[in-house]
């Protein structure tokens, strides 16, 4: 859409939001040609298949959400229903019937059938598909005698495949269907086979059809190649522009499988607290604006690390080698340099292109092991002498990082302690072990230091006006509180004053839940009253930090928004930009910010199913084979447990409503047959009856050792 456009539509939108016009009355509003009646009636039919504007039957214009529609991205589960959430307000529910031709991923415009009163999601159904997220899917295809058809997973709607357009698929192989016609009230979606991906049990195939399925390509188009060729590596010339900060003892700290370092670190004891050097690798001195591999960059938006590779966000030669902080390497970097006082607050900041060279490549285990200084251990001991040089740092890193977090803490930032499942896969990528995710002092160190060096640029960027994308988290919907706290009052807890939300009562609830029988369900139920946090071209705070002033700017590596940042302040620390140059970065970076708030999304998704997909690999081949569970979460069809592994699996109370209730009030079942309740955190042994790849879920049920004694005698 061109800017022209653009501003009529947004001034329209502002007018259609307390009248109502006619086309004639719009042509007179927008000072449109009558010359051109044809050509501006295009225009608002275009706006109005675009969910924009809404043309009533009686001639006149309105918005849609005047007259009860939501627009949105739909998510279509494997249970074949699917959700609409739209930020700050109740996600919509929409039953498989009512999904109309909409496939996962789709933008729709939904009517909404059935308010919510309490928080609780609302009920509507897809009234038309405004944009098609993509027009090739992902299924499993099925022959018949004369045709085929596919099955996609997120869709409750087959695809017909004529017998000529089969293209050589076998009944059971993973395909990837272009759709040619999308359906009716009458006909099927009707498409082409394009390829065969291979078994649906093949994980390393499913984890391809993710991919696919959001249109994500794993390599890098030949122009952005042929574009990082050309690179000039040798930047000599580039360091005189540059504060020079190699004889500074900066190291990198991260995970022990990372190659992409994009921040090192730098800590220093003084008279008054503290000198924190926070470097960042220059991505902008090697991707500038509107070349391909910046194009590139936009559309993937991030980098995506799924269980068994990674996407980058820029070409490995970028990511792993040119850009990424390893040691012992002249490298380009951007530096937020802070002075803290003894109480952790900056008093003094500056910001400045620098050269850096690392010493140390250090890990998260690393780290944890020199500062818990177990000095009977053999391992600290190898790496106290290994690192002695920087042990006085570490400790003084340890020691802000502490009084950082302690500030964080009292302004009433959020710290969210749900375990994370992490799968450790072997050379022929099966999986190896599962553990969970540590978060230690190195950890903490790393992100409370990242989080004020976010803040600290942000501040800058908020009072000197430069254009930014910031990292937003707003407030969550008074109604999704409301609905919550009720909840929280049945176990006990308030939140008390809800006139007023305040991120610190959350957090008080964590910290009183943590470690309880019932605390991971009411984190995860804080977690879900929660907004999702996105970008925008404004700064409107982050909640969950409790800041004022956030944005993305230590990874630019492996996120977009962090470029951006990067870009904007090397052009405030290098000239003048006028308001004109603001406006027009400004406009952008709205368009921008929405963009990369999707592909985050969609990274978070794939990485979750990328994992889950191997669970449900790991688990086939113990079917049968009898757990402890620990219940989670429960709603009136699923109870939610977590296996001593980690492993998080389900039992379909639909299919023992005979022998279970559900007691929704107070977050507990019964078991009709012997009168026993299970509330959060209660255990009982289960049995796997499957894992399936279709449903992405591992089924359980209660094991009952009558009814295995049973089964054996059976047997025999």
Same mark, same amino acid.
């Given at each position: 859409?061109?800017?022209?456009?653009?501003?009529?539509?947004?001034?329209?939108?502002?007018?259609?939001?307390?009248?109502?016009?006619?086309?004639?009355?719009?042509?007179?509003?927008?000072?449109?040609?009558?010359?051109?009646?044809?050509?501006?009636?295009?225009?608002?039919?275009?706006?109005?298949?675009?969910? @924009?504007?809404?043309?009533?039957?009686?001639?006149?214009?309105?918005?849609?959400?005047?007259?009860?529609?939501?627009?949105?991205?739909?998510?279509?589960? !494997?249970?074949?229903?699917? %959700?609409?959430?739209?930020?700050?307000? *109740?996600?919509?529910?929409?039953?498989?019937?009512?999904?109309?031709?909409?496939?996962?991923? @789709?933008?729709?415009?939904?009517?909404?059938?059935?308010? !919510?009163?309490?928080?609780?999601?609302?009920?509507?159904?897809?009234?038309?598909?405004?944009?098609?997220?993509?027009?090739?899917?992902?299924?499993?295809?099925?022959?018949?005698?004369?045709?085929?058809?596919?099955?996609?997973?997120?869709?409750?709607?087959?695809?017909?495949?004529?017998?000529?357009?089969?293209?050589?698929?076998?009944?059971?192989? #993973?395909?990837?269907?272009?759709?040619? +016609?999308?359906?009716?009230? $009458?006909?099927?979606?009707?498409?082409?086979?394009?390829?065969?991906?291979?078994?649906?049990?093949?994980?390393?195939?499913?984890? !391809?059809?993710? #991919?696919?399925?959001?249109?994500?390509?794993?390599?890098?188009?030949?122009?952005?190649?042929?574009?990082?060729?050309?690179?000039?590596?040798?930047?000599?010339?580039?360091?005189?522009?540059?504060?020079?900060?190699?004889?500074?003892?900066?190291?990198?700290?991260?995970?022990?499988?990372?190659? @992409?370092?994009?921040?090192?670190?730098?800590?220093?004891?003084?008279? @008054?607290?503290?000198?924190?050097?926070?470097?960042? *690798?220059?991505?902008?001195?090697?991707?500038?604006?509107?070349?391909?591999?910046?194009?590139?960059?936009?559309?993937?938006?991030? !980098?995506?690390?799924?269980?068994?590779?990674?996407?980058?966000?820029?070409?490995?030669?970028?990511?792993?080698?040119?850009?990424?902080?390893?040691?012992?390497?002249?490298?380009?970097?951007?530096?937020?340099?802070?002075?803290?006082?003894?109480?952790?607050?900056?008093?003094?900041?500056?910001?400045?292109? &620098?050269?850096?060279?690392?010493?140390?490549?250090?890990?998260?285990?690393?780290?944890?092991?020199?500062?818990?200084?177990?000095?009977?251990?053999?391992?600290?001991?190898?790496?106290?002498?290994?690192?002695?040089?920087?042990?006085?740092?570490?400790?003084?890193?340890?020691?802000?990082?502490?009084?950082?977090?302690?500030?964080?803490?009292?302004?009433? &930032?959020?710290? %969210?302690?749900?375990?994370?499942?992490?799968?450790?896969?072997?050379?022929?990528?099966?999986?190896?072990?599962?553990?969970?995710?540590?978060?230690?002092?190195?950890?903490?160190?790393? $992100?409370?230091?990242?989080?004020?060096?976010?803040?600290?640029?942000?501040?800058?960027?908020?009072?000197? /006006?430069?254009? *930014?994308?910031?990292?937003?988290?707003?407030?969550?919907?008074?109604?999704?509180?409301?609905?919550?706290?009720?909840?929280?009052?049945?176990?006990?807890?308030?939140?008390?004053?809800?006139?007023?939300?305040?991120?610190?009562?959350?957090?008080?609830?964590?910290?009183?839940?943590?470690?309880?029988?019932?605390?991971?369900?009411?984190?995860?139920?804080?977690?879900?009253?929660?907004?999702?946090?996105?970008?925008?071209?404004?700064?409107?705070?982050? +909640?969950?930090?409790?800041?004022?002033?956030?944005?993305?700017?230590?990874?630019?590596?492996?996120?977009?928004?962090? #470029?951006?940042?990067?870009?904007? #302040?090397?052009? &405030?620390?290098?000239?003048?930009?006028?308001?004109?140059?603001?406006?027009?970065?400004?406009?952008?970076?709205?368009?921008?910010?929405?963009?990369? &708030?999707?592909?985050?999304?969609?990274?978070?998704?794939?990485?979750?199913?990328?994992?889950?997909?191997?669970?449900?690999?790991?688990?086939?081949?113990?079917?049968?084979?009898?757990?402890?569970?620990?219940?989670?979460?429960?709603?009136?069809?699923?109870? %939610?447990?977590?296996?001593?592994?980690?492993?998080?699996?389900?039992?379909?109370?639909?299919?023992?409503?005979?022998?279970?209730?559900?007691?929704? /009030?107070?977050?507990?079942?019964?078991?009709?047959?012997?009168?026993?309740?299970?509330?959060?955190?209660?255990?009982?042994?289960?049995?796997?009856?499957?894992?399936?790849?279709?449903?992405?879920?591992?089924?359980?049920?209660?094991?009952?050792?009558?009814?295995?004694?049973?089964?054996?005698?059976?047997?025999?």
């Amino acid at each position: 859409m061109e800017l022209k456009e653009e501003r009529e539509l947004k001034y329209l939108r502002q007018v259609l939001a307390e009248y109502e016009f006619t086309f004639q009355e719009i042509l007179q509003l927008l000072e449109w040609s009558q010359k051109k009646r044809k050509l501006y009636k295009k225009l608002l039919n275009a706006w109005e298949e675009s969910g @924009d504007i809404y043309l009533k039957r009686n001639g006149k214009y309105t918005l849609p959400e005047k007259e009860g529609f939501v627009k949105g991205e739909i998510s279509i589960s !494997s249970g074949n229903f699917g %959700f609409l959430d739209i930020n700050g307000e *109740a996600s919509v529910f929409i039953p498989g019937s009512y999904l109309n031709t909409a496939m996962n991923g @789709d933008t729709v415009l939904v009517r909404i059938l059935k308010e !919510s009163s309490d928080g609780k999601k609302r009920e509507g159904e897809v009234y038309k598909v405004v944009k098609r997220n993509r027009d090739v899917i992902v299924g499993v295809f099925e022959h018949n005698l004369s045709f085929g058809f596919v099955r996609p997973r997120n869709s409750p709607k087959d695809i017909y495949i004529p017998k000529k357009l089969i293209k050589g698929a076998k009944t059971g192989d #993973l395909v990837a269907v272009k759709v040619d +016609f999308w359906g009716d009230e $009458e006909r099927k979606p009707e498409g082409e086979i394009v390829s065969v991906l291979g078994s649906p049990k093949d994980t390393e195939a499913l984890i !391809s059809s993710l #991919l696919l399925n959001e249109g994500i390509e794993e390599k890098f188009p030949n122009e952005v190649l042929q574009e990082l060729d050309k690179i000039d590596e040798d930047f000599s010339e580039e360091l005189k522009n540059r504060k020079d900060l190699r004889n500074l003892d900066i190291i990198t700290i991260d995970g022990s499988d990372a190659k @992409d370092l994009d921040d090192a670190v730098y800590v220093e004891k003084t008279e @008054d607290g503290y000198k924190l050097f926070v470097s960042i *690798a220059d991505v902008s001195y090697y991707v500038r604006e509107n070349t391909e591999l910046d194009t590139e960059a936009l559309k993937r938006g991030n !980098s995506i690390y799924l269980v068994d590779r990674v996407i980058p966000m820029l070409p490995r030669k970028l990511s792993n080698n040119l850009c990424s902080l390893n040691p012992n390497e002249d490298k380009l970097t951007f530096t937020v340099e802070m002075d803290l006082d003894k109480k952790g607050k900056v008093v003094r900041n500056d910001f400045y292109k &620098s050269v850096i060279k690392s010493k140390y490549r250090m890990t998260y285990e690393n780290v944890n092991t020199i500062l818990e200084k177990n000095e009977e251990s053999e391992e600290y001991k190898g790496l106290y002498d290994k690192y002695r040089k920087i042990d006085e740092m570490l400790k003084n890193m340890l020691e802000l990082s502490k009084i950082i977090r302690n500030n964080k803490k009292r302004r009433g &930032s959020i710290d %969210f302690e749900l375990p994370e499942i992490k799968v450790v896969l072997d050379d022929n990528k099966a999986v190896k072990d599962i553990v969970l995710r540590s978060r230690g002092e190195a950890e903490r160190i790393i $992100e409370d230091f990242m989080v004020i060096a976010n803040e600290t640029v942000a501040e800058k960027f908020f009072w000197e /006006e430069i254009p *930014a994308i910031y990292r937003v988290h707003e407030d969550p919907d008074k109604a999704k509180v409301q609905a919550l706290n009720e909840t929280l009052i049945k176990f006990g807890y308030s939140l008390k004053g809800l006139e007023e939300i305040h991120p610190g009562k959350f957090q008080n609830i964590i910290e009183r839940t943590t470690g309880l029988p019932e605390g991971y369900l009411i984190h995860k139920l804080i977690l879900r009253a929660m907004q999702r946090a996105r970008y925008a071209n404004k700064n409107l705070g982050h +909640f969950g930090l409790a800041s004022k002033y956030y944005l993305h700017f230590t990874s630019p590596i492996r996120r977009y928004s962090d #470029l951006i940042v990067h870009r904007m #302040l090397g052009r &405030s620390i290098e000239k003048f930009m006028n308001e004109k140059e603001k406006a027009k970065y400004g406009a952008n970076f709205e368009a921008i910010a929405s963009s990369i &708030s999707k592909t985050e999304r969609v990274a978070d998704k794939l990485e979750e199913d990328s994992v889950k997909i191997k669970l449900i690999e790991y688990m086939q081949d113990k079917i049968g084979q009898v757990y402890i569970a620990r219940l989670s979460g429960m709603n009136k069809n699923k109870i %939610f447990m977590e296996l001593e592994n980690h492993i998080e699996v389900v039992y379909n109370v639909t299919t023992a409503r005979d022998n279970f209730i559900y007691d929704e /009030e107070n977050f507990k079942i019964i078991d009709k047959r012997n009168n026993e309740s299970y509330t959060m955190g209660s255990t009982m042994k289960v049995s796997v009856v499957s894992a399936s790849y279709t449903k992405m879920e591992i089924e359980v049920i209660p094991y009952v050792e009558e009814r295995a004694k049973i089964e054996e005698a059976e047997e025999e």
